[in-house]
């Protein structure tokens, strides 16, 4: 992806932006304020910051990009305005010129804030000099890191990152991108920096030329990518949030979130899973443009949860809150709070399981909860047991 790429970037709002950048707006604030309860100093780095606005070319409309829409968060709350230092880093000296006049602007404008800072470098050693300003002892911080395509995103920069205390990262992963690399007649440097090691590349290239099906390669991809996380970065959980392309039926890329604390994963998990619901209600880690395509089962909320569930509760009664608290913060999970709950509702209304009061013995039908604008709740404390009808 070249300059005139990047650039063209920002002379529109698409709805993908717009989708990456409420999940990222919606999480700051619980990670600010969790981690804020032990920490006086937070960091929030934008490693490909880009211009500051998006203007639409046709109508001259104009929206906030990433380093705006995080600023005004930490402005509107007046702990993170004391706690908050936040770094702004783009590559492009053009576009660069605009997010400092922004990001300055924002600073006079709003003086009660810690004074955000830009710097016109490349994400690496952008990251780098803030390593080496605090002693490789980075405060809290989280890290979003979105390129347009797939050069910079250096893997090793992210882990020098999530190698301090309590910090995260919001990661643009072009998959695209990465195909386009795999198929090229010999590995590319780009790979062995986005994965962080030559060896891990030679495998995924390997292991690329094994099969022409687009679902696997992008399977393998992903997941050779995750994996890098968990073992080269030991980063205990990651959620892939999958965006499809617009006019095409594939997908574009993930959002992947990188976090070792189990109540990030399970609180990013909601707001990824709520972002991706469909029209009829139902929620997947997944934001559908084209339309229903060939996508990978991994990423099918329904593959087996309710057949999970059911198995779960062949001993007996279980609380609800082992799903909605316990198995949502299993690393492989990738269901969230409100899918289990969707999944939990829809096995009462088949009448294969019923939910008892907090008691453990005395029924609780849907109709007795509570039914805010008449839709069927289950809060946590109650318990789920089989009916032993077998679902019609
Ligand atoms: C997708 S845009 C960023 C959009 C921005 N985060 C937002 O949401 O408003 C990617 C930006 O990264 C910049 N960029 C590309 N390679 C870079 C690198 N190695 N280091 C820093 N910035 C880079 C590009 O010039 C471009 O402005």
Redesign the pocket.
């Known amino acids: 992806m070249g300059?005139d790429n990047?650039r063209e970037?920002f002379d529109d709002y698409r709805a993908q932006?717009q989708v990456?950048?409420e999940i990222l707006a919606t999480y700051l604030t619980p990670y600010f304020r969790i981690v804020g309860t032990a920490n006086k100093d937070l960091q929030y780095v934008?490693?490909?910051?880009?211009?500051g606005t998006?203007t639409k070319a046709d109508t001259g409309e104009v929206f906030d990009?990433?380093?705006l829409r995080a600023l005004k968060l930490i402005a509107s709350n007046d702990t993170f305005s004391k706690k908050v230092s936040a770094v702004f880093?783009?590559?492009?000296p053009i576009?660069y010129l605009p997010l400092q006049k922004a990001v300055v602007d924002f600073g006079k404008a709003n003086p009660h804030i810690r004074q955000p800072n830009t710097d016109c470098c490349?994400?690496?050693d952008?990251v780098k000099k803030l390593l080496k300003q605090s002693n490789g002892n980075l405060p809290p911080t989280f890290l979003?890191v979105?390129?347009?395509g797939v050069?910079?995103t250096s893997f090793e920069t992210i882990k020098a990152v999530m190698a301090c205390k309590s910090s995260e990262a919001f990661i643009?992963f072009n998959i695209d991108g990465v195909r386009r690399i795999a198929g090229l007649d010999k590995l590319s440097d780009v790979l062995v920096e986005l994965l962080g090691s030559r060896q891990r590349a030679e495998e995924l290239f390997s292991a690329l030329q094994t099969t022409d099906e687009a679902d696997k390669r992008e399977l393998l991809i992903l997941e050779c990518y995750r994996l890098a996380l968990r073992k080269d970065m030991r980063v205990e959980f990651s959620i892939p949030f999958r965006v499809e392309s617009e006019e095409k039926q594939k997908t574009s890329h993930y959002l992947i979130h990188a976090t070792n604390h189990k109540l990030g994963f399970k609180i990013m998990k909601d707001i990824m899973w709520k972002r991706g619901h469909s029209e009829e209600g139902e929620g997947a880690l997944q934001f559908v443009q084209a339309g229903r395509t060939d996508y990978v089962a991994l990423f099918d909320p329904h593959f087996d949860v309710k057949r999970e569930i059911l198995n779960a509760l062949v001993t007996g009664p279980r609380c609800v809150d082992l799903f909605f608290n316990d198995w949502v913060v299993r690393p492989t999970d990738l269901l969230s709070q409100s899918a289990y709950k969707q999944a939990l509702l829809h096995l009462e209304a088949s009448g294969e399981i019923e939910v008892l009061d907090k008691d453990k013995s005395t029924p609780k039908p849907m109709m007795s909860r509570r039914r805010p604008k008449g839709k069927s709740t289950l809060g946590e404390g109650y318990y789920v047991r089989l009916t032993g009808k077998p679902s019609v």
């Open positions: 300059r990047d970037h932006t990456k950048h934008d490693g490909f910051a880009g211009r998006y990009g990433s380093p880093i783009e590559v492009d576009l490349t994400f690496a952008g979003f979105d390129p347009c050069s910079g643009f």
